[in-house]
Each structure stands twice: as C-alpha cells, then as structure tokens.
C-alpha cells in the first residue's frame, strides 16, 4: 500500500513547521469523531474548500460537519504562498480556444468574483490575515511582453477587466529588484494574505454558525447513496451529501477523482527579517508575485519583510531532507543579493493540479460532491468552489455546471501511472524553462 501524503511528510496533529504556523494567531482544537452522527452535509477536509463549504451551507440553514485528519488548515490552506488570485488558472486566450467564447466568459466571471469571494469573507467576518493588493505575474523571457500586452487589451476590451495594467521591463525592474525579469502584467484585483489565519478565520465564522468540526478525524471510508456514509477509525456518519473537499491529500478515497487530480509537492522559505527598506528593494510597492516559468517561482514580502520565496517541486511522496537548501538556489536567482541573508523556515505541502490545470467540479447522483483540483490557484478558487458547491447542493446548480463543463481529462494511465509519468513530462517544461 502507498505511503498516505496525510502523514508521510510531517507530525501527526502537528502543522507544518513554517513561518504562518510561528506567526498565526491562537485557535482552539477541535475534539474527534467519536459514535455514530447524521448530518445533512459532511465535508471532508478543513482547509479553504470544506470550510467555505461549511460555512457558506450552515448560513442556507444546513447541519454541517467538518472531518478533518489533522487540524484546521493543515495542509496547504495553512502552508501556500498567500497570493489571491483573479480570473482562472488559464490564461483566457487558451480558454477561449478549448471550451469557446460564452463559457470562456462565465468561466472567467467566475474566477473574479472568486477573488471578491475572499475579500468579502475577510471584511463580514474580521478576519484579520493581513490581506494586502496586487499580484504581478512577471515575465522572464523578453518574447513574453507581446503576449503579456495582448492579454491586457483582450482582458479589458473583451471582458471589461480593467484591474490590469501592462509592465514595461523599465517598470517590471522598478516594482521588482531583479534583472530576471523583462516585464509584466499588475492585477489590482487580485491580492495576497496571511493563509493560516484566513483559514482559522473561516473556520471560527462556520463554528459561529452552527457547523461542527471534527479533528484528528481521518475519514478512512467514503460511501455514496441515500445517505451517504463516512468512516473515521472511531466513528461514522450518515449525510445527505458528502462533499469531498480533499484537494492533494485525497488518498485513496475516491478512485474516480484520483484519475483527473494528482498531488505534487511545492516548498517556501522564509529570511530573517529583511527591514523595511531593504524588503522595499526588493518588491518597492508590496506586491506578491509570480513569474512565467513552468515551474513557477512565486514571492512575496510578509508583514515583519521577510521574503517568503516559493520555488521548486517534486514528484516522490517525500519532501527534500533540507528544504531550505532546496529553494534558496532558485531565490538566489531571482534575488542575488539576498545571498548574505539567513533562512529562518523552510517547509513543504501537498497542492494538486489536472492535466490542463482548470479545477475539477463533479455533483454526482449518489450524493458525492467533488471540489479540487486548483493547480496553484487554491486560495480563490477554493474559497469559490466551496460557496458554489453550497449553493448546488441548495438547488442552484447555475456556476457549478459552469465549472463541471469545463474539461478536466483524465492523466495518461489515470491514478496508477499519473505519478511515474509526470517526471518525465516535467523535466521537458524544465528545460524549456531553462533555454
């Protein structure tokens, strides 16, 4: 049997051993699933999508409860690089071209209104995670600028999306202190945040309102019907509707998932504290950003300005030995001059992509609702997909047929050769990257 990812890389119970984990503010534990509950919905997984899920079910006046194995957000909810993004994974131009123009737009509507859904959520319910505006995404091939003031102009003029502006490599150079870089594109829309304490904060609004968390509560069993039925080791649950809200660490609970939502591995680190102008130096106007690799660099100043760099993957169930010497190299590269500077906290988490890296939606007969699948994007879009997974099971099936419609095919080999695969399918983008 495969090495479960829910405990093949950290403590039981314990959250990573990252910067959010020192700096997040104090959350209260949740006991364990003990007997046999029924509920309307059970969500699986307490990170963006279960709790949005929870949160925004229990306000439509549904008994919600939250199985999580470890605690509330553990895994990459409590673990990402923060940054808040607007719109869908993929650029809209490539979009267009694989589900046509009116889906395209509703797709796209969507993702903005995702962005909202964040901010929203951070302003009703106080949640202070230390949200800040702007994400640039920075080009690092001079070729790119083209198609980076294309996708402004079609973004504005077709979508009537004017958060966008161009950068100039004189501009990209002023905002970034960096000489990898040749230009860009700024959303003012989009923005970064604290996410261990956007996470706690959800989660303290869905308790507020009547939902029921459990942790320490590993659903080892799924069944779908009328009920539904869960497993933990000392429990179960009947519900109406499951909502499988697992994203990376769904395991072996539902093959037919696992064929289109594979898990990789991404790290971060953490400097020292930098002080104030040298952390401006660096990113002059507190932006996060994220660059054109394929494997993407993607960075962002904290609220103490140290530089919180994510960079580098990896395809095996376990995390580099020394991840701090993992991702500094790719740090160095962007930031040559941090070289002197030291390396408080280096950690890893568990993310999941599609093979085109759209989110995979599924609403099923047998009461099973699949969200995930967010390839980087999950700070949103989760978010989003809880709220819209909530709503479907409401009745208003509207925005999740939308998401469901877009085409999410299933890795050559399905769950049994997606892992051996991707390597292979990732040195390529490496080396194009490179050249």
């Not at 306000?59 to 909810?77: D, N």
């Not at 979009?95 to 929203?120: M, P, S, W, Y």
């Not at 040298?278 to 609220?303: P, T």
Request: proline share 4%; with cysteine.
């Amino acid at each position: 049997m495969a090495l479960s990812l829910l405990y093949a890389n950290d403590k039981r119970g314990e959250h990573a051993p990252s910067w959010y984990a020192a700096s997040a503010q104090e959350f209260p534990t949740f006991s364990a699933l003990e007997g046999s509950r029924k509920f309307d919905v059970a969500v699986v997984g307490a990170g963006y999508s279960g709790l949005s899920s929870a949160l925004h079910l229990v306000k439509l006046g549904f008994k919600v409860c939250v199985l999580e194995a470890h605690r509330v957000g553990w895994g990459a909810s409590g673990r990402n690089g923060g940054q808040v993004g607007s719109g869908q994974r993929v650029d809209q131009d490539e979009l267009e071209k694989l589900v046509g123009d009116n889906l395209a737009h509703e797709a796209f509507a969507i993702g903005v209104e995702a962005a909202q859904t964040v901010r929203n959520l951070i302003q009703r319910h106080k949640i202070d995670c230390a949200y800040r505006e702007g994400v640039m995404h920075v080009f690092h091939r001079e070729r790119f600028n083209k198609y980076g003031l294309e996708e402004v102009e079609h973004l504005k003029s077709k979508y009537d999306y004017h958060s966008v502006s161009y950068l100039s490599k004189e501009e990209a150079r002023e905002k970034v202190g960096s000489p990898d870089y040749h230009g860009g594109v700024l959303d003012t829309a989009a923005g970064h945040l604290h996410p261990l304490n956007y996470a706690r904060g959800i989660a303290r609004a869905a308790v507020k309102a009547g939902v029921e968390i459990f942790e320490m509560s590993e659903v080892t069993e799924v069944k779908g019907g009328k009920p539904t039925k869960l497993k933990t080791t000392n429990g179960e649950i009947s519900a109406a509707h499951t909502i499988l809200a697992c994203n990376g660490y769904l395991g072996a609970l539902d093959g037919q998932v696992a064929n289109r939502v594979m898990p990789i591995n991404n790290f971060v680190i953490a400097t020292e504290p930098l002080g104030k102008d040298r952390a401006k130096a660096l990113i002059r106007d507190g932006e996060a950003v994220a660059d054109s690799r394929f494997v993407v660099n993607y960075f962002r100043l904290s609220e103490d300005n140290r530089m919180l760099f994510g960079g580098g993957e990896n395809y095996s169930y376990r995390f580099p030995g020394d991840i701090k010497n993992f991702v500094r190299p790719y740090m160095l590269k962007i930031f040559p001059q941090l070289k002197d500077v030291k390396v408080d906290y280096g950690w890893g988490g568990t993310l999941a992509i599609t093979f085109n890296r759209l989110p995979h939606f599924e609403f099923r007969k047998d009461g099973i609702v699949n969200i995930s699948g967010y390839s980087g994007s999950g700070v949103a879009m989760a978010t989003m997909a809880g709220k819209i997974a909530a709503e479907a099971i409401h009745g208003h099936m509207t925005q999740f047929d939308v998401m469901s419609a877009l085409p999410t095919p299933k890795f050559p080999g399905g769950a049994a050769l997606r892992w051996p695969l991707l390597p292979l399918a990732m040195t390529w983008y490496a080396l194009r990257d490179r050249f």
